[in-house]
């Protein structure tokens, strides 16, 4: 089974373009988050939702919006796609609190703007 | 501002080698360092450190943190070709879970 999963995993499409990714975990988390990972593999925040509630939002662009429609689900929106925003974009999952905090990471999703 | 800083960001080995990544932070309220392997895909959780001075081990890779000069290390011993990925490090900042990475250390093992 897996744990953390992500739709589509490659997106290849014009500038000015909307597009939507999709994240499920099946792991009982109460937390997600979404993170850009740049060519030089360089992983970055960009969202957290808690139980449906934003609680992480980065300096990232307003064309950028997250929903979550419950605690397993959290999609990614982009609208007006610009040649930037190409990276691997990665869902993960966590249950916050105490000590522990491993991430599970879903197998992200290759978007290319062209 | 909280940073994870990875060096060498970059490293070319035989297989047989030993390595060693170093991975330094500056945050408020330490609670926990994790290292993750990213090969292809996804990162994949290797150790949590909490403690300074205990290592942690998993086969030929094992870790450490000094809580006291802000840093770990990740060690791998007698390279194989499948360690070959990079290896990032990471800590988790105030209450929301938030992991600040640093910026990865990409390891090559030649045959």
């Known amino acids: 089974d897996t744990a953390v999963s992500q739709t589509p995993k490659y997106l290849v499409t014009q500038m000015g373009n909307d597009k939507s990714i999709k994240c499920e975990q099946n792991l009982g988390h109460d937390t997600m988050y979404w993170y850009k990972q740049d060519s030089k593999k360089f992983l970055k925040i960009m969202f957290s939702?808690?139980?449906?509630?934003?609680?992480i939002n980065e300096t990232v662009p307003n064309r950028f919006s997250p929903k979550s429609p419950d605690k397993a689900h959290l999609n990614l929106h982009i609208n007006s796609l610009e040649l930037g925003d190409s990276a691997v974009y990665f869902c993960?999952?966590?249950?916050?609190?105490?000590?522990?905090?491993?991430?599970?990471f879903g197998p992200g999703t290759r978007l290319t703007v062209l | 501002e909280d940073k994870v800083v990875q060096s060498p960001l970059s490293l070319v080995v035989h297989e047989g080698d030993t390595v060693t990544l170093n991975c330094s932070y500056e945050v408020t309220n330490f609670r926990s360092l994790l290292w993750y392997k990213q090969e292809k895909k996804a990162p994949t959780f290797l150790f949590m450190l909490t403690s300074s001075g205990i290592e942690k081990k998993s086969g030929r890779l094992s870790s450490i943190l000094d809580k006291k000069e802000l840093f770990s290390i990740l060690n791998i011993t007698a390279t194989q070709t499948g360690d070959s990925a990079v290896y990032l490090c990471?800590?988790?900042?105030?209450?929301?879970?938030?992991?600040?990475f640093g910026q990865g250390t990409t390891l090559q093992v030649k045959p």
């Open positions: 939702y808690n139980n449906k509630e934003l609680i």
């Open positions: 993960a999952s966590s249950q916050v609190g105490g000590d522990y905090n491993e991430q599970f």
């Open positions: 990471a800590v988790p900042t105030g209450n929301t879970g938030k992991l600040i």
